[in-house]
């Protein structure tokens, strides 16, 4: 976790109205957190089931359109699909930029790129006149595998609370603000935390690096997102005990 890393399930009119489906709603106002736009939950989704792998990305309340247009793409997708989610639902906040790949998104995940294979036994292989050495070792060849997935891509502008994405999330790709980052550890989901690079006073980095060399979530750059979601695959992660925020980012600008 150190590194700078950094589910399809049935559409419900109770779970969220989302994409960019014909006849999006106006916008509409209400109290909370932020005003629910066109394309706002207007209830909470339904939890993921035991098998259910979801993912959620946040920007908050700001324009990260960077982290959208990095989320809304094959390789992305891809690599999601790879590791078994079949859901990916956007919190896009205010940013010009949509989505285009929405609906039941089909990917190609690819298979192993290579496969080793032994190579001929020891005794068959002196029998052919050749070493010992050229007997053990292993020769690797394309599998020129792979297949087709489905993911399942809804988005969202606002909502008065993004707690129950939260909840029916697997994972959470966030930007590297402090209220997203500490909502989603302390929900108890694993988190990817993508810093914005356009901020003149990025304390989002700072942030996002010491959970990361704490243990507690990945930390990934716009461009290895791919990778932090292969990597949470098999990474252990520290368990985050819910403590006071506000003294450990005075602690991280003291630093700096």
């Given at each position: 976790p150190r590194d700078r890393l950094a589910p399809r399930s049935r559409r419900s009119a109770s779970t969220m109205t989302t994409t960019r489906s014909r006849g999006a709603g106006r916008r509409k106002s209400g109290a909370g957190r932020a005003a629910p736009t066109a394309g706002a939950a207007k209830e909470e989704p339904a939890a993921a089931s035991g098998e259910e792998k979801k993912a959620f990305v946040t920007v908050g309340t700001t324009k990260f359109e960077?982290?959208?247009r990095a989320m809304d793409c094959e390789g992305v997708l891809s690599s999601l699909a790879a590791a078994g989610y079949t859901s990916l639902t956007l919190q896009i906040g205010q940013g010009a930029y949509v989505p285009t790949r929405v609906g039941d998104v089909e990917v190609r995940v690819p298979g192993d790129a290579a496969e080793e294979?032994?190579?001929e036994g020891e005794e068959e292989a002196q029998g052919r006149g050749k070493s010992r050495r050229?007997?053990?070792k292993r020769r690797r060849r394309s599998s020129g595998?792979?297949?087709n997935a489905t993911i399942r891509v809804e988005y969202f502008r606002?909502?008065?609370?993004?707690?129950a994405y939260m909840r029916a999330s697997s994972l959470i790709i966030s930007h590297a603000g402090a209220g997203s980052l500490f909502e989603g550890l302390n929900a108890g989901r694993r988190v990817i935390a993508v810093p914005n690079p356009d901020l003149m006073v990025n304390h989002q980095e700072e942030l996002a690096?010491?959970?990361a060399d704490s243990g507690f979530l990945l930390h990934a750059d716009l461009t290895s997102i791919p990778r932090a979601v292969a990597a949470m695959e098999t990474?252990?992660?520290?368990k985050y005990k819910p403590g006071n925020p506000a003294k450990m980012l005075k602690a991280i600008d003291a630093m700096f």
């Open positions: 960077k982290l959208i294979v032994d190579g050229a007997a053990k595998g792979g297949r606002l909502a008065p609370s993004l707690a690096k010491h959970l990474t252990r992660l520290s």
